[in-house]
């Protein structure tokens, strides 16, 4: 997702001026040219607005005279196997920016710095409750939350305009606005949802009070068997009975935004930033004009959305960083409130902050502010090392997804799951 980020948010018209500071040659930290230190920075191609970056190293720099920051930029292509070499060689880039799922991977294998006892001075309270998980491993903290992106609902304006459905605020008022539409006309699919679109099922088992994996004493077992899931794929269940997505894909295959969307038909769909930006640009190349509308997946309740997935990154130091004590300070600085509320500016609402406080006002019916009305309430994945082996294909939750979609029982399928997920969480 978030290699994709940002040249889709530039198509939307969320965000310009995105490109990542200083060099491309991948180096290391340590001793820079003369008596001065240099703090190492490595970010991802397109995580670092230029004027924002600039802004933080100016601020650091002034107040460390002769310390320089060299900013390199990376691809996330390659870029696991390229972090665990640079973080076990002797001179690593001072900090780091990591996928928010890959964290606790590093972290398992000593390559992170650990944080705990400076969670005062990043700013640990203020962070966002749902970010910080993916940032802790066993109780200790390895890394500070950067930034997150979440799903909403998108919609035609027309088509809902038409069947006189307006935006819902619950789960109930969403079914029944799509059976609004559905009887309104027959030639409209309500909702494109693919029986594997996981990441929203997700969303549904939070909601629930359950996860796709829970911790058993020393061990880490999946957790798709249990009445929470089952419940959570019921309601899935009913969601995609208005869809005519296949039941045994994903939303990238097709892609809804470029391969199902642009073409017509669709009421609404659930999907991200770039998926929305997407869809307008190949609208827009057909020579038609996009007519969307945003807002927050809905919850059980109108005091709160459903919840959802946050993808996004963290900014880690290195356990064997030549200087250490800087690559915190400039840490503080970068992922501090002060400095976050510029990123979060400078982003235009695209990308939600680590911290609350911090959330740029996006503009009135932007997809950024749906997105920002779910960020209280956003989740991560089961943080343990192994899961990446769980994402890996084939996925066992797709394949669960789908066999209940088929007509399997929930909790037959669940155990099927469970088996697979446990094993493969025990790789790690």
């Not at 400095?339 to 503009?363: I, R």
Request: charged letters at 25%; proline letters at 5%; one cysteine or more.
């Amino acid at each position: 997702m978030k290699r994709k980020l940002v040249a889709a948010i530039g198509v939307a018209g969320m965000m310009v001026g995105i490109a990542a500071c200083g060099s491309d040659d991948g180096g290391s930290g340590g001793k820079s040219s003369g008596d001065g230190k240099s703090v190492t920075v490595w970010v991802m191609d397109g995580s670092a607005p230029d004027d924002w970056m600039a802004g933080v190293n100016k601020e650091f720099e002034a107040k460390h005279p002769g310390v320089k920051v060299k900013v390199e930029k990376q691809q996330w292509n390659g870029i696991q196997e390229k972090l665990t070499t640079a973080l076990s060689e002797d001179t690593p880039p001072d900090v780091v920016e990591l996928g928010n799922t890959q964290t606790a991977g590093y972290a398992v294998t000593g390559g992170l710095a650990d944080l705990t006892d400076d969670k005062a001075d990043l700013g640990y309270e203020g962070w966002n409750k749902g970010m910080v998980p993916a940032a802790e491993l066993d109780g200790k903290l390895y890394a500070a939350p950067w930034y997150a992106a979440s799903r909403a609902v998108i919609y035609d304006k027309k088509i809902f305009k038409k069947a006189g459905v307006k935006p819902p605020k619950t789960r109930d008022e969403w079914v029944a606005g799509l059976e609004k539409i559905k009887k309104s006309d027959s030639k409209i699919q309500p909702l494109y949802l693919p029986g594997q679109s996981w990441y929203v099922y997700a969303g549904f088992v939070w909601d629930e009070g359950g996860d796709l994996a829970a911790r058993d004493g020393e061990q880490w077992k999946g957790a798709l068997s249990s009445p929470e899931a089952a419940s959570a794929m019921n309601f899935y269940k009913k969601l995609q009975s208005f869809s005519t997505a296949p039941k045994d894909k994903d939303e990238a295959t097709p892609q809804q935004s470029t391969d199902i969307v642009p073409k017509g038909g669709v009421a609404s769909w659930i999907g991200l930033g770039w998926e929305a930006g997407g869809a307008i640009a190949a609208i827009e190349k057909a020579g038609d004009k996009a007519d969307f509308g945003y807002f927050p997946i809905p919850g059980k309740t109108a005091d709160k959305p459903g919840s959802v997935f946050l993808g996004g990154s963290n900014l880690a130091v290195a356990e064997r960083s030549q200087n250490k004590d800087l690559a915190k300070e400039w840490l503080a600085l970068a992922a501090g409130k002060d400095q976050m509320a510029k990123y979060a500016k400078a982003t235009a609402g695209a990308l939600l902050p680590n911290n609350d406080a911090a959330q740029f006002e996006p503009e009135a019916g932007s997809f950024a502010e749906a997105m920002a009305k779910s960020a209280s309430v956003g989740e991560v994945t089961p943080v343990t090392p192994g899961w990446a082996n769980v994402e890996t294909e084939p996925n066992p939750i797709k394949d669960y997804m789908t066999k209940v979609l088929k007509g399997e029982d929930a909790k037959k399928a669940g155990e099927a799951a469970d088996k697979v997920i446990t094993e493969r969480l025990g790789q790690e």
